[in-house]
């Protein structure tokens, strides 16, 4: 599999051996196809689903088989090298490659407009199909081996970058910490290791007495379905709560530290991320409980110079008036259902990245990250 020697790597230089860790395989980049676990039925069911054209692939985005902003952006890498080998293998010339490239670019920059990693992998992607002057620019076929290659470097480059964020994000916890989460920012969320869970793996990895408090994060449940299947096959001692639980443990002291990723960072620290998650920056805030955002400087989009212009993107009712087929409120109920909110930069303690751990004022600490790093401007 892709990045399989990175992976092997990973486990070693933070003391994990084979077998449980990072064994899950979020996404896979193959030649002919991108294979993705199913995050619809875990954690009943460990699942594989083979795309192998574009279309496909963005299906899967929309309909949640494969979520998270890194692991997005993965996804639509493989997904536009599967387009390119789409138009090559029916004979397009490289002019009709490139068309197609740009509707396929287009197609999946509609699927989740909060995420920006899908945004960003475009970008590099494109960054290929548009030279002019290299010996990937002379055929068709040599142009899709390039993206080919190209996302697999995308794919194994995630897992580098989540495993620096473990082990930046460690430093900030102690043996002995309780740690809240919110949704799922582990391996199933990115190429494999995870943002946020990167920080507790880490942390686990140097600690050993850590315990998690993994909120449900409703409406899709990723911290009861996803976060803590992840704790499990990790081994990492956890506790679920219902969202409406969050208060009451922090209120009472119970929870040291707060950990969640981002979906896009605006240039002044502003983070959205999964709906509920400004709830708790607010708890945290009133409680003096740290609240950490871990997220690769993929996410970062300067373009965007407060959170107050971030897309939000606006999912169907029925995720809130059912679960799993299963009504769960009166017919023709009305529901609202934003499936992110934006957090203020004052009510973020740091931001973890690949390049270290950045603090206010976030607007100079990001712009200093982003000249090391990819983000968008």
Known sequence: ?????????????????????????????????????????????????????????????????????????????????????????????????????????????????TAVNISWAIGEMRKVWQQTSTPEAAEPQALAAALFTRAQ?????????????GAHGAGLLKSGDTILTHCNAGALATAGYGTALGVVRAAFARYEHIDV??????????????????LQVEGIPYRLITDSMAGHYIARGDVQAILVGADRIAANGDAANKIGTYTLSVLAKEHTVPFYVAAPLSTVDRSHMTGATIPIEERAQDEVTSFAGVPTAPPGARAGNPAFDVTPAANITAIVTEVGVLRAPYGDALRAACQQGTCIS
């Not at 194994?156 to 964020?165: A, Q, T, V």
């Not at 993994?214 to 009861?224: I, K």
Request: glycine share 6%; hydrophobic share 45%.
């Open 213 to 230: 408090l993994v909120d449900e994060t409703r409406p899709w449940l990723q911290g009861a379905r996803l976060t803590a299947w992840e």
């Open 153 to 165: 470097q995308i794919h194994d480059d995630d897992i580098e970058r989540c495993l620096r964020i």
């Open 1 to 113: 599999m892709a990045g399989e020697p990175t992976r092997r790597a990973a486990d070693a230089a933070n003391g994990h051996g084979p077998g449980s860790r990072l064994r899950i395989r979020t996404v896979e980049i193959r030649p002919d196809a991108v294979v993705l676990i199913d995050q619809r039925v875990l954690p009943h069911e460990e699942k594989y689903v083979r795309c192998a054209t574009w279309q496909e692939l963005a299906q899967r985005i929309v309909d949640m088989t494969v979520r998270g902003a890194p692991a997005l952006g993965v996804a639509a890498a493989g997904a536009l090298a599967l387009a390119a080998r789409q138009a090559a293998a029916v004979g397009a010339d490289l002019p009709a490659v490139r068309d197609a490239l740009e509707e396929a670019a287009a197609g999946l920059a509609a699927t989740r407009p």
